[in-house]
């Protein structure tokens, strides 16, 4: 039979596990909280959210669709989507209506790319061949009422966008947005994440 002693000192033994444990366990939230809390100031740094306005983008983002960007690191590619400001400084004959105005379009052409359009057929042609272009809601049979002239050889340090509802964009087939330097592209496009049934990765 164990002392009073004896009994006192298991009772505080265990106390102590226990105590231990607890503390085990709070230091354990503690620290889960902080690298969740450290996560999302990290995505909220790297990723950002935009909201689409317009049809411009059609059949790819509707209206109000709600999209995941990331700032652009290395090399633009063709086929990206992107997002850039509209401002005087990447463009001519601008609406003040239109300044500071993001624009979401997609690559067509990267530096040293000649891009030549055949309106009455809606034929885009990238480098001397028929772009294929899954993308599109429509063949691309608009002339801007301040077109481009083609075929354009794409700049050094600048892009052709084009959105891929093609009859119902603004974009660098018009003068007044013309080619794009790559110096004022923001972000990437990585996910569309609203409407949550139309979440899709790109």
């Known amino acids: ?64 669709d709600r999209l995941l960007a990331v700032p652009i690191y290395g090399r633009i590619n063709r086929g990206d989507i992107v997002l850039f400001e509209r401002h005087a400084g990447i463009v001519s004959d601008i609406n003040i209506a239109d300044e500071g105005k993001t624009l979401v379009k997609r690559v067509i052409a990267i530096e040293g790319d000649t891009i030549d359009i055949d309106f009455t057929s809606g034929t885009v042609y990238l480098n001397g061949a028929v772009l294929d272009e899954p993308y599109i809601y429509e063949l691309t049979t608009r002339v801007s009422l301040t077109p481009t002239e083609f075929p354009l050889t794409v700049e050094k340090g600048h892009i052709f ?42």
């Open 1 to 64: 039979m164990l002392s009073s002693h004896s009994s006192y000192y298991y009772e505080r033994q265990a106390e102590n596990k226990i105590g231990k444990a607890v503390s085990s366990v709070y230091e354990f939230i503690e620290m889960s909280v902080l690298a969740l809390v450290s996560v999302l100031m990290l995505f909220s740094l790297i990723i950002s959210g935009t909201k689409v306005s317009g049809m411009s983008m059609y059949p790819t983002f509707s209206n109000d």
């Open 161 to 202: 966008v084009m959105g891929d509802n093609r009859n119902n964009s603004d974009d660098s087939r018009n003068i007044s947005i013309g080619q794009v330097d790559v110096r004022y592209i923001s972000k990437r496009v990585i996910a569309r994440f609203w409407p949550t049934d139309k979440f899709k990765l790109l």
